[in-house]
């Protein structure tokens, strides 16, 4: 066989080898219970900070903000060199700083927000107050344990609800829900959501129902602000205009 041959059968079969040699160096590593699981991987992305129940809780400048509901409180910020996410208890409230000032070279100042994921895994609170935050909250599909939430939203805080209505078409249930906003917030739900009680204040912001349930509604706008709403929930409004 002519030496190119032999060099050309020899990368081949190296080429073929290697992934074999990869399987089974994992595979003993499995075996040996020396790996480690996408989960763990995920975890190890964050700070976990396991706290007492509060009353209220506070956020300022978060741009991925969560809230999950659970049966114990915890906070989770994503690692990063260059965060700046911290909080605080003052009483009987957690407040959760996110947003800087900056100062640029013609000595003007701007404020803005992190980019770090925090997830507030909370089982209840007397009122959320969000201050330029964009937030998500998840909503259990269990009827049996569906929350009461009462959010206090300003300076563009956009507020929605997880939605993975394309893959999970299952109803998710909140008992009742209060939302005052003001000062450009935008408030989306989306569909299948279902909500007991819902009470709306809107102030210079707006609301979108986006095909949610809800069962009685109450909403109180001013003149700078805008609603869309599907029939069904208009035939259940009690509207008043400022």
């Known amino acids: 066989m002519r030496t190119s041959n032999k060099i050309l059968l020899s990368v081949f079969l190296v080429v073929l080898l290697i992934p074999t040699f990869l399987h089974v160096a ?19 992305q964050y700070v976990h900070n396991h706290l007492k129940s509060m009353r209220y809780v506070v956020a300022h400048g978060l ?8 049966d114990s409180l915890q906070l989770e910020v994503e690692k990063d060199k260059q965060g700046f996410v911290k909080f605080e208890i003052i009483g009987d409230s957690l407040v959760i700083h996110g947003d800087s000032t900056v100062i640029r070279a013609d000595k003007t100042t701007d404020i803005i927000r992190s980019s770090q994921d925090v997830n507030l895994y909370l089982p209840s609170a007397e009122k959320i107050v969000l201050d330029y935050c964009d ?13 009461s939430y009462r959010f206090d939203l300003d300076n563009s805080t956009n507020f929605q609800f997880s939605n993975n209505d394309y893959e999970d078409s299952s109803f998710k249930y909140i008992n009742s829900l209060s939302i005052k906003a003001a000062h450009s917030c935008r408030i989306e739900f989306s569909n299948y959501k279902s909500i007991k009680d819902f009470k709306l204040d809107l102030s210079d912001s707006q609301f ?35």
């Open 26 to 44: 994992l595979y003993a590593k499995y075996k040996t219970g020396n790996y480690v699981s996408m989960k763990n991987v995920v975890e190890d």
């Open 63 to 70: 741009e991925r903000f969560t809230i999950i509901p659970s």
């Open 135 to 147: 937030v998500t909250l998840k909503v259990n599909e269990d009827s049996s344990k569906q929350k």
């Open 208 to 242: 979108d129902d986006k095909n949610a349930q809800i069962e009685k509604l109450s909403i109180n706008a001013d003149k700078l602000s805008s609603i869309t709403m599907k029939g069904d929930n208009l035939q259940k409004l009690n509207a008043t205009k400022q």
